[in-house]
């Protein structure tokens, strides 16, 4: 399976980006998809996830209420929007694939990872 991120950019703190994650090679719509992202230094956190159907998402405390996950089966793809973006967002954001259906946070759980995307949020 294949995972391509896009969407990622400079913006100043306030604003908005939308992340798109296009899949390929797998049944996209069996499977849990979850972000995960990456500042300079620090681990890799979780971000956000979503269940195969989308009627299940989990969010980190620190992006909740700002950012929402969201998938289009039909067209393969995972969605993370995120709104009031502060500096402290600024990471290589990261898509992935769960190993089953229902969304984790535990990066352990995911077997397939996109490329990164970098999002730089300037104050």
């Known amino acids: 399976v294949q995972l391509q991120a896009s969407g990622g950019g400079l913006v100043q703190a306030g604003g908005s980006l939308r992340l798109s994650c296009a899949a390929s090679g797998r049944t996209f719509s069996s499977y849990a998809m979850g972000w995960f992202r990456q500042a300079p230094g620090k681990e890799r956190e979780f971000v956000a996830t979503?269940?195969?159907?989308?009627?299940?998402?989990d969010y980190s405390d620190s992006v909740k209420g700002r950012f929402t996950v969201s998938r289009d089966n039909a067209k393969n793809t995972v969605y993370l929007q995120m709104n009031s973006l502060k500096p402290e967002d600024t990471a290589v954001y990261y898509c992935?694939?769960?190993?089953?259906?229902?969304?984790?946070?535990?990066?352990?759980?995911?077997?397939?990872w996109g490329q990164g995307t970098q999002v730089t949020v300037s104050s």
């Open positions: 992935a694939a769960d190993t089953d259906a229902y969304g984790h946070r535990w990066s352990g759980w995911y077997n397939y």
């Open positions: 979503i269940s195969w159907t989308g009627s299940r998402t």
